[in-house]
């Protein structure tokens, strides 16, 4: 949805997040009420069993896995840079989970306040990708996604957003 329908190949700078997004709806959509961000989990587990196909397992404990925007610098592309996204963004969806809660009925968005903390992460990156640039780098992504914060709920979530992308490196000055 990057570049809108008419761009279907939007995905092409080096620092785009296109397998980082894989990722993280995977982690997403499995996540429980039972995790908490600090809660390792792996991608691809049938393939390497239980360390998965990233270098680490997504964990907002930095103890399990350390990495911030900076390190796309030593990781390949696309794998490599895709895997800082999903951990950045990974970060960002614990943040609201914790102000706002878990909902485990993925149906339930309805754009109220009531909307859980899991239920905005998801709406926030699925409307700040249909308003990303084609062609983007992490911090065009980000800023699109803060752009949909800014847009629903009336604007509560924009500071738990910045907060989360700058605590991986990936803040105003990125």
């Excluded at 990495?67 to 970060?91: K, S």
Aim: aromatic letters at 12%.
């Amino acid at each position: 949805i990057v570049g809108g329908p008419a761009n279907p190949n939007c995905l092409s700078n080096p620092e785009q997040p296109g397998e980082g997004l894989s990722d993280f709806w995977g982690l997403s959509l499995t996540a429980t009420a039972a995790q908490t961000g600090p809660t390792p989990r792996t991608v691809g587990t049938w393939l390497f069993s239980s360390s998965g196909i990233r270098p680490f397992p997504y964990s907002t404990d930095d103890g399990v896995n350390p990495v911030t925007y900076g390190t796309t610098n030593t990781l390949p592309v696309p794998h490599g840079t895709g895997f800082v996204w999903a951990q950045i963004y990974w970060e960002v969806y614990w943040a609201l989970v914790d102000e706002h809660g878990f909902d485990p009925d993925l149906y339930n968005v309805t754009g109220t306040s009531t909307d859980a903390g899991n239920l905005r992460a998801k709406l926030f990156l699925n409307e700040g990708l249909k308003n990303t640039v084609c062609g983007p780098g992490f911090v065009d992504v980000r800023n699109g996604i803060l752009n949909a914060a800014a847009v629903f709920y009336g604007g509560e979530d924009v500071c738990t957003v910045w907060r989360a992308f700058a605590g991986a490196g990936l803040g105003q000055n990125a």
